[in-house]
Nanobody
Framework: QVQLVESGGGLVQPGGSLRLSCAASGFTFSRYRMSWYRQAPGKERELVATISSAVTNTNYADSVKGRFTISRDNAKNTVYLQMNSLKPEDTAVYYC????????WGQGTQVTVSS
């Protein structure tokens, strides 16, 4: 049974940091490209960051470049999103996605940036 379980979301003040984790099981994690997406209320889901299966390539949305870092630990079947200098506009539900022979989504974790 495939599972992607996100954690690490919460309420943080502007300028603060959070680290999201996405634990994967039920498929060969190391062969899948992993991504973080987010969806704010009333908006479409958007791509935040992607990391290749071999950890050699990363890509970021312009809105998060220089503030967010995606990483993965293939030994732990986990992908991370380190979010620094958070802004109110980063408030959204954050989802991880696995892409390879098939595509899988996690259930999401809420991130709220507010004073």
């Amino acid at each position: 049974q495939v599972q992607l379980v996100e954690s690490g979301g919460g309420l943080v003040q502007p300028g603060g940091s959070l680290r999201l984790s996405c634990a994967a099981s039920g498929f060969t994690f190391s062969r899948y490209r992993m991504s973080w997406y987010r969806q704010a209320p009333g908006k479409e889901r958007e791509l935040v960051a992607t990391i290749s299966s071999a950890v050699t390539n990363t890509n970021y949305a312009d809105s998060v470049k220089g503030r967010f870092t995606i990483s993965r630990d293939n030994a732990k079947n986990t992908v991370y999103l380190q979010m620094n200098s958070l802004k109110p506009e980063d408030t959204a539900v954050y989802y991880c996605k696995a892409e390879g022979l098939a595509s899988y989504w996690g259930q999401g974790t809420q991130v709220t940036v507010s004073s």
